[in-house]
């Protein structure tokens, strides 16, 4: 079984570390599935891969590429290539969504634009053979494009890193914890993260402390926001940091203020630390877990993330049991990656 997977680039982002997980897992569990690796854009710090990985536009290894059995895109330029060349595939082609594409734009764009963008979108996957979503949510947004078996759910899963983190980074948790329970998160830092709901709810939250890591385009504007609250001193941004999972273990909660997600691999990573999640109240969250598992909190409203806060410190030793137990059922790195093998398998039956 050949599988060649096409990436916009090999970047640390949640798409692709999906894309790698699927590939380093799978291929421990059949040895006859055999990887290649096809992207379109040099970066300047790639991740590695289980397997090759070949810029698209080298033409020696392109025939590997369309001889493929299975040809897997994540992405919008992915699965145009995908739509371009459909009839040099000799394999089944299939993409993977990872998020709601409508939902996720308008953040970016007009509603209008975000729509246009969708639509524009599902025209090209069109000439896919199957479309993998990550949750129930997203399988009922796309019924309404795709035939019911042209869909198929498949959970995102993580591993967790056991890496050691770097000793300045362990001193600031240390010096933060004599003073506060901390509150973490790790994404990029975009509008759709809702970071700033967390920073507005800090100067009331006067014995905690907010750690950031990542990096984006709405940094300036929080850390600004920060200073202006009087909430510098402990709201911490720390930037990008590889195997951002590794510093869960530091946080006494961990905050996800997000407006709208596919399955975000960020909170499988929280659980499956064990960590006591406080979470915004969307649907997606909510297929996650029950309120026993976690504290949810209405977006764009301060006091009921204060309640979501004061919730998790109450119940924070049943969150923490509840939330690792649902993460080794449902999503660790091996059930995804055994999901998409018998996914495969079907479809070369």
């Given at each position: ?86 009839k ?57 494009y795709f ?81 202006s ?14 195997e ?32 006591a ?32 806060v004061?919730?998790?410190n ?36």
């Open positions: 079984m050949k599988i060649s997977v096409i990436l916009p680039a090999l970047s640390n982002k949640g798409p692709i570390l999906v894309a790698k997980d699927i590939i380093s897992n799978l291929s421990g569990i059949n040895s006859d599935a055999t990887f290649y690796v096809f992207y379109f854009d040099e970066i300047a710090e790639p991740i590695e891969f289980a397997c090759p990985a070949y810029w698209i536009k080298e033409h020696d290894h392109i025939n590997k590429l369309y001889s493929s059995d299975i040809v897997h895109s994540h992405g919008i330029r992915p699965d145009f290539f995908i739509f371009k060349n459909r040099k595939f000799k394999g089944k082609c299939i993409s993977t969504l990872h998020g709601l594409i409508s939902k996720e734009y308008s953040l970016q764009f007009t509603t209008l634009g975000a729509r246009l963008i969708e639509f524009a979108w599902i025209s090209i996957l069109r000439r896919h053979d199957h479309i993998v979503v990550l949750t129930e949510v997203m399988k009922t947004h796309y019924l309404s035939d019911l078996e042209k869909l198929h759910v498949i959970n995102n899963g993580r591993n967790l890193s056991s890496k050691m983190i770097d000793q300045q980074d362990i001193d600031l948790f240390v010096d933060l914890k004599k003073k506060y329970k901390v509150l973490g998160v790790a994404c990029v830092l975009t509008k759709r993260k809702g970071i700033h709901q967390v920073i507005q709810a800090l100067p009331m939250l006067s014995d905690y402390a907010f750690v950031v890591i990542g990096d984006g385009e709405e940094r300036t504007s929080l850390e600004k926001q920060a200073e609250l009087g909430v510098k001193d402990r709201c911490i941004f720390l930037g990008n940091r590889a951002a999972n590794r510093y869960n273990k530091f946080f006494d909660y961990y905050i996800f203020p997000s407006y709208m997600e596919g399955l975000p691999l960020a909170l499988l990573e929280a659980a499956g630390a064990g960590k999640i406080i979470c915004s109240d969307i649907n997606i969250h909510r297929e996650i877990f029950s309120e026993e598992e976690a504290s949810f909190f209405a977006l764009d409203n301060v006091n009921d993330l204060l309640r979501a004061l919730k998790a109450l119940y924070k030793t049943q969150f923490e049991q509840k939330v690792i137990e649902v993460y080794r059922a449902k999503f660790t790195a091996d059930i995804m990656a055994n999901s998409y093998n018998d996914f495969y398998k079907s479809l070369l039956k």
